[in-house]
């Protein structure tokens, strides 16, 4: 069993809240699936419930309040840090309707020995561990890592909330962990906890269901797009992608396109290797785009050399707008693809490339229905299976675009009619190129097919099926405030 990744279950949490399952409807169902576990193992007794400031401790402040109804069970609440310090609004909203429970005793925990002194790890009759979730990795700091350390020491049976506190969910090295008697996980196995060595910690795992919508899932939406809506304050210039456009001789407007949609993307450095023909052309377009000019009216073997060079200093390659089919072009990109590790292929380019993939690159296509029967797909039902077997990322364009890597399958059902214009499928490898710069291919296609969609709605909206390719970049930053 392969798991999910933090970030994907993140992503899919925040596609349910764009469709209207809040957060806190999430929690009070994971909460309530915890009490549940606890009153299986212990029909009366004392149950100390170790809490974090996260999501996490938001789960267990919900299973606290659904315990509490039973008389015969005592609840005893450690919050690891400051209640003031909690860390999100689905989580302070059920601490604080802890006021109006019975809650038998609650402290804020800043040293260990605080929770020594209590006495409730000696008295404890089961203990849920709800002190980290999914997104704490490395080294572990005081006073968790203690706690962690008093937990295990106990001896008590320890019911682990998502993954044991510690725990890598990602599946890799860790400083220490909680180990459980049992972990409750929810929605879908967690990557880390399939893991071979993940049994000594976890022991049995329970897969919870707490209620996701299968369209949060199954289709894009907002949480795709999350994680590039943001930058740390100590960015730098070229961290946040180098870009290298391959494209253009038979046409100039294509490579151009392509070029400025990566830039509103947030493409930190785009260079355009073009024809000499087409490379003034394209220049004219914006002082933004670095334009290279190559050797002929073609992209030809002798350029090869050249694109080499450029490709040492990008993170990422998009080929194929404008280039047109010549057989030599079509020969001299399947000779560049063995020397990218991250390439974008659309358009002209898709008719060079040999299929399967190398295993070391990394390629996102982005055929319509006509280049992918070309390439031997059979209609998006054949996505998920072409893209095992040839090793790529396919985001197949349509009336609704299918996008897979080989192990799953989204669809995104924004855009409209009026895109058919001339154009839009270059603005769309655009702003795939520039997230794929700094994410993984699946990652970056959902994303891009997400993004080109909805700018394209935005642009419908105000010039309706008059709209232009130039029209969609220029909404780009819309989708991406």
Known sequence: MKGITTSRMKTIDEN??????????????????????????????????????????????VAARHLVYDPAITVNIALIGSASGIRTQDSMHNFALLEHCRIEGFIEITDPQQLKATRWLDDADLIVDALLGTGITGKLRETEATVIDLINDSKVPVVAVDVPSGFD???????????????????RMKKGLASDHAKEYTSEVKVINIGVCEDAETYVGK????????????????????????????????????????????????????????????????????????????????????????????????MGMGLGRDERTKDTVSKIVPLCKKVVVDADGLYGIALPVPEDIEMIITPHAGEFTALGGNGKEDALEFSKK????????????????????????????????????DVLAGITGALFAIAPAMDAACGAAYINGVAGDLAFERWGHGLLATDIIDMITEVMK
């Open 390 to 425: 040839n090793n790529v990322t396919v985001l197949l364009k349509g009336k609704e675009d299918h996008i897979s890597n080989g192990e799953r399958v989204a669809i995104n059902h924004t855009g409209n009619p009026g895109m058919t214009v001339g154009g839009t499928g």
């Open 169 to 187: 969910p990602e599946g890799g090295k860790f400083d220490r962990s909680v180990r459980a008697d049992i972990t409750l996980t929810f929605h």
């Open 223 to 318: 949480g795709d797009i999350a994680a590039f809506r943001t930058r740390s304050r100590d960015s730098h210039k070229g961290q946040h992608g180098r870009m290298l456009i391959i494209g253009g001789g038979p046409y100039s407007g294509a490579p151009a396109l392509t070029a400025m949609a990566a830039l509103r993307t947030g493409a930190d450095i785009v260079t355009v290797a073009a024809p000499a023909n087409v490379a003034d052309i394209i220049a004219s377009f914006s002082p933004n785009i670095i334009v290279k000019a190559l050797s002929s009216n073609i992209l030809c073997e002798k350029d090869i050399d050249t694109v080499a060079k450029l490709i040492e200093g990008h993170d990422v390659v998009v």
């Open 16 to 61: 349910c809240e764009h469709l209207g399952l809040k957060g806190l409807q999430l929690m009070e169902n994971a909460g309530a699936a915890i009490a549940h576990e606890v009153k299986e193992r212990i029909q009366k007794g004392n149950v100390l419930i170790v809490a974090g400031r996260g999501n996490n401790g938001g789960d267990a402040f």
